[in-house]
């Protein structure tokens, strides 16, 4: 097992967009964590999720101008494709988010005209 921290330096154009990406890694995504420059506070939008596979990582609206840290999880699911659920509150079971020979796509939007910030990705790889 070996930790590894993905340093991902995001700079919008002149439309507030950008498209980022992490480097490759095989095993799960721990943290995410975002340090703002100067991206338009309460504006930008990011969508990060796995390239390859195209599965969610992580959705986030109106950030910018404020730094964040988020331990993003997905839902699980048992044989036959149903929720699984903790019976008291109906809440859904969670675990964590795996790539495969992947990398994390992070689509930037709304960020202001020649804006910029961090994202560090957290990832724990399995061995081989």
Not at 39 to 65: C, I, K, P, S
């Amino acid at each position: 097992m070996s930790i590894e921290v993905f340093h991902v330096d995001i700079t919008t154009d002149a439309s507030g967009d950008s498209t980022d990406y992490t480097g490759w890694f095989s095993g799960r995504i721990l943290q995410i964590r975002y340090v703002d420059t100067d991206l338009a506070a309460g504006a930008a939008d990011f969508v990060m999720t796995l390239e390859n596979t195209g599965a969610a990582v992580l959705t986030l609206t109106n950030q910018g101008g404020t730094d964040a840290t988020w331990a993003p999880r997905q839902a699980t699911h048992d044989v036959a494709g149903a929720a699984s659920l903790y019976a008291a509150a109906g809440e859904s079971v969670e675990d964590y988010i795996w790539g495969a020979a992947d990398n994390v796509k992070i689509v930037t939007a709304q960020g202001g005209d020649t804006k910029s910030g961090t994202i560090y990705v957290t990832v724990e790889h399995t061995p081989r």
